[in-house]
């Protein structure tokens, strides 16, 4: 066999090897994220640390395609419910003003140089973008469950001020990769702002139960 | 049809927003129903003038003016289907160019051809390319026009073709930031909405394809044509992530993967939005 005759076997091995690999989901998300560095590089290394690298659970949730096996589903509720945090005082029902003017507003956080939020912008929940909640307001949403006349549907026990508690401050402990932000765990919203909001869910005077 | 009479009835559509406002003022799911009907009939009456016809036509002297260093025209652009050959190119994109070794979509071979035929600098080429009447802007709608009534045919022959589309669908599905967002989060379910927006579901073809047959697209809310780099853009700012930057390859590859997903839809370009 000729020095050239084995150096194109030899070529033709290695194309074949790198398009094999290249079918591997392992290479694609490493040479997404390398593309990832390069396609952000306006961000700064704090920009980078909280708005694009990912943490354990939204890389999980990101492989899995947010249906994780049974086990990493487990795990990922387990590790939210060792994380939940609750307010200094302990209350968990806040003011129902508040949290309905936190559920109505959409904006803050937003770092794009077209259209910015100014630095330390009021951060809202935006919760009507993807439920109902009041008979009021239309224009809501429906990527998640209507949640009108809620207290009327779940109670007001204490137990049922818990549940939604910790379905606010990170709802995947009780549903790996939700869709729903980690509001709580994130730091997006304070627990007083949860509190806030489990509040406009649960209180009679709240525009949701009347 | 003159410039006027475009004005006129975009004023009177927009006049008519308040009113579709109040048709679904009406309550749950028969609002749904109603919500979904109203704006479909408000798209419907504004695809009668749609105001982008004036950027497509901007577009077409542009492409043929000789401009940059060179004073050369766009005319021998080769956007994949041989120089200056438009019919039907845009549907075909994004796809490998043999000359830059890269995958590219309409915007950044848009640049490549300002730079190699016209003498432009890239930051001449890019400057201000989302600003409302922007040459970029012009360029792609009346480049997309060219493949009106074309059928989508993602090219994935190429082996970084399809490393690309790989790379877009991981990224569509790449969850981070302080909200936990992906491009899934709201674009994986059939018939869902943000507020009173339609959130199309792109892992259904039917889906995809009714969403990439329109773009470029006019925007009613912006007033100008946005070509879908900035649609893009403007969807990682609503998700809290960093600006992205222009003819990024994050933005390239979730392009061919949803080019992909659009595949067979007949191209309606330019479209026009909320």
């Known amino acids: 066999m000729s020095t050239r005759t084995r150096q194109s076997l030899c070529a033709l091995l290695i194309v074949w090897a790198a398009l094999a690999a290249a079918q591997d989901a392992g290479l694609v998300q490493e040479r997404l994220e390398v593309a990832l560095r390069h396609s952000f590089a306006d961000a700064t290394p704090d920009e980078w640390k909280a708005r694009l690298k990912q943490d354990e659970t939204q890389a999980l949730c990101s492989r899995y395609r947010n249906a994780p096996p049974p086990e990493i589903a487990a ?7 060792a994380g939940m945090r609750y307010p200094p005082n302990g209350k968990l029902l806040g ?6 003017q936190i559920a109505s507003f959409s904006g803050g956080g937003q770092l794009s140089r077209l259209m910015p939020d100014a630095a330390g912008a009021r951060r809202g929940g935006n919760c009507f973008a993807c439920h109902v909640l009041t008979r009021s307001e239309v224009a809501a949403g429906n990527l998640g469950p209507s949640l009108t006349g809620y207290a009327r549907v779940r109670g007001t026990s204490t137990e049922s001020v818990r549940y939604a508690y910790e379905k606010i401050y990170n709802a995947q402990a009780s549903f790996a990769c939700s869709f729903m932000p980690r509001f709580g765990h994130n730091g997006w919203l304070t627990p007083d702002q949860v509190a806030d909001l489990v509040a406009f869910l649960l209180d009679p005077q709240s525009p949701v139960n009347r | 049809m003159s410039s006027r009479t475009h004005v ?6 927009l006049l008519l927003v308040p009113c579709v406002w109040c048709l679904v003022a009406l309550s749950d799911d028969a609002q749904n ?3 979904r009907e109203e704006i479909d009939k408000y798209r419907e009456m504004l695809q009668e003038g749609n105001p982008a016809e004036l950027s497509e036509a901007r577009g077409e002297e542009l492409w043929n003016l000789p401009a940059g260093p060179r004073r050369t025209s766009l005319a021998q652009c080769d956007l994949g289907n041989g120089p200056g050959k438009l019919e039907g190119a845009y549907a075909r994109l994004p796809r490998y160019f043999e000359d830059t070794q890269q995958v590219q979509d309409v915007e950044s071979r848009l640049v490549t051809c300002m730079m190699t035929l016209q003498g432009l600098t890239r930051e001449q080429a890019i400057s201000g390319w989302y600003k409302a009447d922007s ?20 090219s994935t022959a190429h082996p970084e073709e399809q490393q690309m589309r790989a790379l877009g669908e991981a990224l569509f599905f790449r969850r981070s930031g302080p909200l936990d967002f992906s491009c899934a989060t709201c674009h994986s379910q059939p018939d869902k909405r943000i507020r009173l927006s339609e959130v199309r579901d792109f892992l259904i073809p039917a889906d995809a394809q009714a969403v990439l047959a329109q773009w470029p697209a006019y925007r009613v809310s912006q007033g100008h044509v946005w070509t879908m780099e900035r649609r893009l853009v403007d969807c990682m700012r609503q998700m809290r992530w960093p ?17 992909k997903q659009g595949d067979g839809a007949v191209m309606q370009a330019p479209g026009i939005k909320r």
């Open chain 1, 95 to 100: 003011d129902w003003r508040n949290g309905e």
């Open chain 2, 243 to 259: 600006e992205p930057q222009y003819l990024s390859e994050a933005i390239v590859a979730l392009e061919a993967f949803l080019q």
């Open chain 2, 135 to 154: 040459n970029m802007e012009a360029l792609v709608t009346y480049v997309a026009g060219k493949s009106r009534g074309a059928k989508i045919q993602a």
């Open chain 2, 33 to 35: 129903a109603r919500a």
């Open chain 1, 75 to 81: 795990s990922i509720s387990a590790q939210a419910k």
């Open chain 2, 8 to 13: 006129r009835r975009l004023i009177v559509a």
